[in-house]
Structure formats: structure tokens, C-alpha cells
């Protein structure tokens, strides 16, 4: 074989593996992030008929929607808390930080205005690698959205009339649907985890989502909310005239990016055919 296509050869074998190898190892672990989370109610329907002006709030952290039944009180609303700060997610911690509360204002209404029936939420994720420094560019997480269902129930003083277990004139419905279908890990607790990975510089690093203070619904609730995919849910039953909430938090984890096995093998063949072209050259000499 000739000296050149010998050269070839060990250089189509080294540098591939040379040039995974530098990605893998290019950088640090990052142990220490910026994060902001941006939430918002990206879609909704209404019910069909009623008065006043109808849902408001589109694109923004609150949804508002229905005629008071007294001059003292306020519509009814859903709310979720933009979060930002700096530094405090910590890689590998275990610790989770703050993601935004959700919460259902359930403010009595006139049952002749128009209401909320379902909604879509959405939040992005943010993060910003601080330490080591210097800081790295804005790493900004494909958007997450839940889809769920609203039921704003009636006002009665007759329970048997709800058609579902209810304990406050009836008690509004919120449902998030199947988790578990989504992908959701159910900690058997009233939580949820998502979790979602990405590279960053030669490391893999896992956000975990959690989703806490839910709670598994019957299916008359269900039902009733509008969700009738399953038999049962995951949501909130909230009290008249009083605020329910559940909040979200995460955390994340990072490990480094090894090379496949694949990468390995060129390795091993590049290290290889470089001893053999040696020992030819000193038996040579």
C-alpha cells in the first residue's frame, strides 16, 4: 500500500474520533444557572351564550371571564406566576426551584354570563449558564403546553343537583386530562414529573418538571368538566367564593456526553493502525 493512502487511511480513522472527542470534553459542568419561566394561556373556548363581554386574557398570565352576581365582587379568573431569578439552580442539587403557582379565583357569579370551558396553558423555560464563568448565551427551552378543561358549575344550595360529589353550592372544575398519557411520571402523591434533556457543551443535562397539589378525579367530575377521554383525571375542585392553587417547580441534572460505541471502535482502530505504522518505520530504521 502506498505511503499516502496508508496516510489516508489512519487519518479518516483518527480524526473523527479527535473531533467527537473535543466535543464531548470542549467545556464544564454548569453548576449554576439563571432561569426565568414565561407562562401564558395561549388558546380558550367559551360557552356559547350569555351575556357580558365574554373571556379575556389571551396570551397573557390571566384568563378573567363572568358577570358578578353582586357589585362588590370580581370575575372569576385563572392565574399563573411569571418567575425569574438569578442564579440558584443548582446542577445536581436534587433542589427544586419555584416555577409559577397556578390559581382559580372562584368568585360568584351571575349564572347568566358567559364562562370559561377550556383553555391551553403554555410556559417556556429559560436558562442561562452562570458558573463556571464566564456566562454563557440564554438557553431558551421549546414551549410546553397543557391543555385543560373548565367547568364554571351553578350556583345552588341543593348538592344532589351537581351531578358530581361537590361541597360548596357546586364546586367549580379544573382538569388537566391523562398526565400520564402526556409522558407524565405519577409520584403516586399528587404530583407529576415531565422531564425533558438537552446538550449544552459536552454535558446532557435533564429538566424535571413537577406538577404539585393535584389530585385524581372521579369520573362524574370528569365528565362534568368536559373531559371524557378516560374515566378518570388529574385536576382541582375549587370552593365558592375562596382560591385553590397548585404550584409548579423543577429542577435539573447533568452528566457528560461519552462517545458511542461506534466512536470507540474508530478509536481503537486509529490507535491501532498508528502502532503498526510505527513499528514499520523503526524496523525500517
Known amino acids: 500500500m502506498k505511503k499516502s493512502l496508508k496516510r489516508t487511511l489512519l487519518s479518516t480513522l483518527v480524526v473523527p474520533f479527535a473531533l467527537g472527542a473535543q466535543s464531548v470534553s470542549a467545556g464544564e459542568l454548569v453548576t449554576d444557572w439563571n432561569y426565568a419561566v414565561d407562562s401564558y394561556f395561549s388558546a380558550f373556548t367559551q360557552t356559547s351564550t350569555g351575556s357580558g363581554a365574554g373571556v379575556s386574557g389571551l396570551n397573557t398570565n390571566t384568563l378573567s371571564w363572568g358577570t358578578p352576581?353582586?357589585?362588590?365582587?370580581?370575575?372569576?379568573?385563572?392565574?399563573?406566576?411569571?418567575?425569574a431569578d438569578t442564579g440558584g439552580l443548582?446542577?445536581?442539587?436534587?433542589?427544586?426551584?419555584?416555577?409559577?403557582?397556578?390559581?382559580h379565583n372562584n368568585n360568584v357569579l351571575s349564572g347568566s354570563g358567559i364562562a370559561l370551558t377550556s383553555f391551553d396553558l403554555t410556559s417556556v423555560l429559560t436558562l442561562t449558564p452562570m458558573l463556571p464563568a464566564p456566562a454563557g448565551a440564554p438557553n431558551e427551552r421549546p414551549p410546553?403546553?397543557?391543555?385543560?378543561?373548565?367547568?364554571?358549575?351553578?350556583?345552588?344550595?341543593?348538592?344532589?343537583?351537581?351531578?358530581?360529589?361537590?361541597?360548596?353550592?357546586?364546586?367549580?372544575?379544573?382538569?388537566?386530562?391523562?398526565?400520564?398519557?402526556?409522558?407524565?411520571?405519577d409520584n403516586m402523591d399528587g404530583s407529576f414529573?415531565?422531564?425533558?434533556?438537552?446538550?449544552?457543551?459536552?454535558?446532557?443535562?435533564?429538566?424535571?418538571?413537577?406538577?404539585?397539589?393535584?389530585?385524581?378525579?372521579?369520573?362524574a367530575t370528569?365528565?362534568?368538566?368536559?373531559?371524557?377521554?378516560?374515566?378518570?383525571?388529574?385536576?382541582?375542585?375549587?370552593?365558592?367564593?375562596?382560591?385553590?392553587?397548585?404550584?409548579?417547580?423543577?429542577?435539573?441534572?447533568?452528566?457528560?456526553?461519552?462517545?458511542?460505541?461506534?466512536?470507540?471502535?474508530?478509536?481503537?482502530?486509529?490507535?491501532?493502525?498508528?502502532?503498526?505504522?510505527?513499528?514499520?518505520?523503526?524496523?525500517?530504521?
Open 69 to 83: 352576581a353582586n357589585p362588590e365582587n370580581e370575575q372569576s379568573s385563572l392565574h399563573i406566576d411569571d418567575v
Open 222 to 285: 370528569c365528565i362534568k368538566a368536559g373531559y371524557t377521554a378516560n374515566d378518570t383525571c388529574i385536576g382541582l375542585v375549587t370552593l365558592e367564593d375562596d382560591s385553590t392553587s397548585f404550584e409548579t417547580k423543577f429542577r435539573i441534572d447533568g452528566v457528560a456526553l461519552v462517545p458511542e460505541p461506534g466512536t470507540l471502535a474508530l478509536l481503537g482502530m486509529g490507535l491501532a493502525g498508528l502502532g503498526l505504522s510505527r513499528r514499520r518505520k523503526a524496523a525500517k530504521a
Open 144 to 185: 410546553t403546553t397543557f391543555e385543560a378543561f373548565f367547568s364554571e358549575t351553578p350556583n345552588t344550595s341543593n348538592l344532589a343537583n351537581c351531578g358530581f360529589p361537590s361541597t360548596s353550592k357546586c364546586d367549580d372544575i379544573f382538569t388537566l386530562g391523562d398526565l400520564t398519557g402526556l409522558g407524565a411520571v
Open 90 to 103: 443548582e446542577t445536581n442539587s436534587g433542589v427544586y426551584v419555584n416555577g409559577g403557582d397556578f390559581t
Open 193 to 219: 414529573d415531565f422531564e425533558s434533556s438537552f446538550n449544552y457543551d459536552g454535558f446532557m443535562y435533564t429538566v424535571y418538571l413537577q406538577l404539585a397539589g393535584l389530585t385524581t378525579l372521579d369520573e
